[in-house]
C-alpha cells in the first residue's frame, strides 16, 4: 500500500480512504477497466453494418485493447485462468459480456445469411473468444515482439472460413 500511496503522490492513510486493502484495488481496478473496455468493443461494433464487419471490429478492438496495455493483459490473463475468488466474478462477468455481444453478431449474420443457421451458437462464441484469449496469452509469452492486432485478419478468416475445405462433407466417424 505504501508503494501505491508513493506512485499516486499521496500519504499511506490517505488510500485506505477510497480502497479497504490492495485486493479492493485490484477488484476495483477490473470494475473500471471492464467499463472502458466493454464500451469501445460495443462503439466499434456499432460502426459496421454486416455481421461479419461487427466481429471483425470486436476482434481487432479486443487484441489492440491488450496490445495497447501489456500490464492490463498480463493482469488480466493471470485472474482469468487461475481460480481467485476475489475477481472470479468479475472475470464471469465479463465473459458473459463478450460472450452476448458475439451472440448477437452471430444471429445477425444467421439473419443476414452471412453465417451458418446450423452452427451451434452456444460453442461457436466459445470458441471464438478462446480464440481470441489464446492469442492473446500466445502474444504475452512469446519471446519475440510482433504486432498481437495483426493476428485479428487470421482469426476473423478462421471464424468465417473455417478449416474445411468447400464441398468436403463431414465425416460422422469419431
Do not use: C
Not at 485506505?16 to 469501445?40: C, E, H, M
Not at 465473459?95 to 451451434?120: A, H
Amino acid at each position: 500500500m505504501s508503494q501505491i500511496a508513493r506512485e499516486a503522490g499521496v500519504a499511506d492513510g490517505t488510500i485506505y480512504l477510497y480502497f479497504k486493502n490492495k485486493d479492493d484495488i485490484l477488484v476495483q481496478f477490473f470494475q473500471y477497466k471492464t467499463k472502458q473496455v466493454f464500451n469501445g468493443f460495443r462503439e466499434e461494433v456499432k460502426k459496421a453494418d454486416t455481421a461479419v464487419g461487427k466481429l471483425r471490429n470486436l476482434v481487432y478492438r479486443h487484441l489492440t485493447e491488450f496490445q495497447s496495455d501489456r500490464n492490463m493483459a498480463v493482469v488480466y490473463q493471470s485472474f482469468a485462468h487461475h481460480r481467485n475468488a476475489l475477481v472470479e466474478g468479475n472475470i464471469r462477468e465479463m465473459s458473459k459480456m463478450y460472450l452476448d455481444i458475439v451472440s448477437e453478431i452471430l444471429e445477425l449474420g444467421q439473419q443476414e445469411g452471412s453465417m451458418r443457421k446450423d452452427m451451434y451458437v452456444g460453442l461457436v462464441k466459445r470458441f471464438i473468444l478462446g480464440a481470441v484469449e489464446s492469442t492473446i496469452n500466445n502474444w504475452l509469452l512469446s519471446r519475440k515482439e510482433y504486432d498481437l492486432a495483426s493476428m485479428a485478419e487470421p482469426l476473423i478468416d478462421l471464424f468465417i472460413r473455417g478449416i474445411g475445405v468447400p464441398g468436403t462433407p463431414p465425416q460422422n466417424k469419431v
